[in-house]
């Protein structure tokens, strides 16, 4: 696997819908971004089972990435990591395993499985305990790997609470303690702004939020590209938090109707009230039709932007099958990315 600084790295949970807004991606945007795939924490499910629904459609949902990433980590054991790996090969996933430089498991079966070579990802504890200048370089010699098979992540993890200018510094800071940028195969420098919950938005109202790791990227280390060894490859989280919703029950827990749209800068985020208190069907019908009249801002990219707009559009028209808080992860999901991959192709690229 071979990508610059001009493509892109979601990082997205192996969830239903996410896998539905990459196989519907996967048509026009074959080559153009390679999502780095988390295996979420298994909750009451025997691992057997969370397999079976991790891997439901995963093959057909990633065919058209070609590999991808595949993180086990939140597993947090090897019997599981190896499952996880053992059932992407029998699946026929191309993919490549994540590593972590101080993980107390699961590298042992993703190195097994790397035949062409790990992703190496480190985060911002190890950033900031100093272990990543002399830890790197001691972690390729342990393992008998080379920087020119090794996709390397900087993951900055939760950057919400940094102002862009925050977000550079950080991004720096990873620069700064990474050795030889330009020998790994691929070099990649991720963060998320996106809430941990929309429980900041106001029932029946709308909330800008700034995407700070896209702000930092764009206007801090491409801005100064011609300064850097190497310009690292962007990535994000979608609209999800890196916590994920793994405890949400929404047998005992109530949820509001909600969109999450990148537009610009920033995302909007429109919710309305508790789907027990008015159905989702009704309340999605008329979120659509506020972000299709721009009652909020001239948000909307229009019908023609993504199949995620368009399916805005229909759903502000009544169309059925598009009221519910699933279907609109999709919409959402699919609207970012192309967001991203449009926000990447309006720069200019020597």
Known sequence: MKFGAAHYVPVLKIKDNEKRALQSLGVTYQGAFTPLLEVVERKDKTLAAHLDTTFKRLAQSVAGYAPCFL???????????????ARADSEGIDYVPVVGLTRLSGNGPALAHGTTGVALRLTRDELEDSVIPAGVPAFLKAHRLRAENTDLVMDMGDVGMLIPVGVMALANSFLSAVPHHTAWRTFTLSGCAFPNSMSKVPRNS????????????????YANRGKLARLPTFSDCGIQHPSGVEGYDPITMAASAAARHASGDSWLLVKGVSTRQV???????????RLVNNVHGPHYAGARHCTGCADIAAAAKGAPKLGSLGIWRRIGTEHHIVTVLRDLGALHWP
Do not use: H, Y
């Open 71 to 85: 993180d086990a980590g939140e597993l947090e054991d090897d019997a599981g990591a190896q499952a996880v790996f």
């Open 279 to 289: 159905a989702p069907t009704v309340q999605f019908k008329a979120i659509a039709k």
């Open 206 to 221: 709308f909330l800008l939020v700034n995407r700070s790791e896209w702000l930092g990227w764009r206007d801090g280390l």
